[in-house]
């Protein structure tokens, strides 16, 4: 028995032995080497080496609370608004609150870019994720009308009008559909159209597929290895580059040989003719990272949003008759010769506007952004190293209670209140918020418009669990009947 014991203790004794050194691993090699400036790193725990804390993170979105990941900081070291991690493989910190989220976003001298490997090799190094800032305030520039400008978005309105009406007709006649999955074609249909005009119908089927493989590997981990999210979401790139240049060569082609020009000019024909006041001009590589980073935000995040707005909208009876009969005040105030809605009206709509910032708040479509620090950076009163990574996690931001009592309700009547810079970030802040924003929040408004005026939501399981990776969403992609009311 006293040889039995022995051996225990001596077990005992090397497992503890190896987990402190496992454990200790990470500080050895991020930490150690900052010398006597690790003493003022924020408070913070990077998990074990390599994985980091990317375990305990997908675990936590696995279950139906997510925030237990960033909860389980708050209990261990207090709300501080800022820790330490190890996450996509690099030592990174978090910042939790709208004040320091701020300064991340604005502060242009000390922090940069700073998306995983993952993201980057996805998106593209052409893209407005990667590109460095004179380059990206370039490309900005010479894009941004043609995507968020009041004559763009004035031409566009039509096209998403047509689509809405056209899409939810159908929808009232196919019974049970999948209503996340029809809306996201509906924006996606939209978003090519914008692009790539009277092409968009030959290639819209197959560039749909492929960008759903490419989102579900966009914030994975990236190992290259059949079987993982990112190893497929590579493949569906490839493909999708493969499409993009026949496009751009068809339409080059076209110039070199002055063949008749389409009736009208798309986001595709726009890029390719644009140029600076240097007379630069982009190149194919440009063009087809800028067309892939927009197609797979513009319809994606305007998808999601819209499939929640209606779902809390339909779900909240007082909310839904307040948003209803602004959209038939609408009616009634437009000339009897007038036909469709007019930018105009959607920008009176200030009460729909409220549902959709709303939703926005408490969906948090994108969980955080990646920034990474240019020198050592002090906030909070805590060190962030230079060369470390920085998320903003918008996440605690929106659902933080002191900011927005009772933050898991869904309460248009909240925004009645103005909100402080940095409390509300759907689209990011700084020179890096989103490029197109205003169309999002465009399309957005139009299908609610023609949903609050003549249909229902009936929602075929409204108990199914939610998935919040890449995106939250009923598992069930809510399944529903869409049907029409007088």
């Known amino acids: 028995m006293e040889s039995v014991t022995s051996w225990l203790l001596y077990g005992g004794g090397i497992l503890l032995v190896l987990r402190y050194l496992l454990k200790n691993v990470n500080w050895f090699l991020y930490e150690h080497k900052l010398g006597g400036k690790q003493y003022f790193l924020p408070p913070g725990d990077m998990g074990w080496p390599l994985i980091g804390n990317m375990w305990s993170f997908l675990s936590a979105f696995k279950t139906s609370n997510p925030d237990t990941f960033i909860d389980s900081f708050y ?11 190890l996450m996509f493989g690099n030592p990174s910190v978090i910042v939790t609150t709208p004040e320091a989220c701020k300064k991340v976003l604005t502060d242009d001298d000390n922090f940069t870019l700073g998306w995983p490997a993952s993201t980057v090799e996805l998106m593209g190094e052409k893209s407005f994720i990667s590109i460095p800032y004179e380059e990206h305030r370039r490309l900005r ?14 031409v566009y309105i039509t096209y998403i009008e047509e689509v809405v009406k056209s899409s939810l ?45 490419l989102n579900y590997g966009v914030r994975s981990l990236r190992i290259n290895i059949p079987g993982f999210a990112f190893h497929t979401a590579l493949k569906a790139r490839k493909n999708l580059l493969a499409i993009f240049q026949s496009v751009v060569d068809r339409r080059r082609n076209e110039r070199r040989q ?36 927009y197609l797979n935000a513009g319809h994606e995040s305007s998808g999601h949003i819209t499939t929640w707005a209606t779902y809390f909208l339909q779900r909240h009876p007082e909310f839904f008759k307040k948003a209803k009969e602004e959209q038939e005040e609408i009616i009634r105030n437009r000339p009897a010769t007038q036909k469709g809605l007019t930018l105009a009206e959607v920008r009176k709509m200030e009460y729909l506007s409220k549902v959709v910032d709303e939703t926005l708040r408490i969906i948090t479509f994108s969980l955080m952004v990646f920034r990474e620090t240019k020198n050592d950076v002090n906030i909070n009163g805590y060190l962030i190293p230079k060369g470390w990574k920085v998320m903003t996690w918008f996440r605690s931001v929106h659902l933080d209670p002191e900011i927005y009592p009772n933050p898991k309700d869904f309460n248009p009547e909240r925004w009645n209140e103005v909100r402080k ?26 299908f609610l418009h023609h949903f609050l005026l003549g249909y229902q939501l009936e929602q075929l399981n409204p108990l199914a669990p939610m998935k919040f990776l ?17």
């Open 169 to 213: 007709e159908e929808w009232t006649t196919m019974g049970d559909i999948e209503f996340l999955t029809q809306m996201r074609k509906l924006t996606f249909k939209i978003i090519i159209y914008i692009f790539l005009g009277s092409e968009s119908e030959d290639v819209m089927d197959k560039l749909e597929k492929e960008y759903t493989k």
């Open 470 to 486: 890449p995106h939250t969403r009923p598992i069930d992609n809510c399944m529903a009947r869409i049907k029409k009311v007088k």
């Open 421 to 446: 810079a940095g409390e509300f970030l759907p689209f990011g802040a700084g020179t890096r918020l989103c490029p197109g924003n205003d169309l999002a929040k465009l399309e957005i408004s139009v």
């Open 141 to 154: 520039r010479l894009t941004s009308a043609s995507i968020n400008g009041y004559e763009a978005l004035s």
């Open 75 to 85: 209990a261990r070291f207090g709300k501080t608004g800022i820790y330490k991690v």
């Open 258 to 293: 002055n063949l008749p020009g389409k009736k009208g000019k798309d986001m595709m024909d726009a890029l390719i003719d644009v140029e600076d006041e240097n007379g630069r001009k982009l190149g194919d590589e440009d063009v087809i990272d800028i067309m892939l980073m």
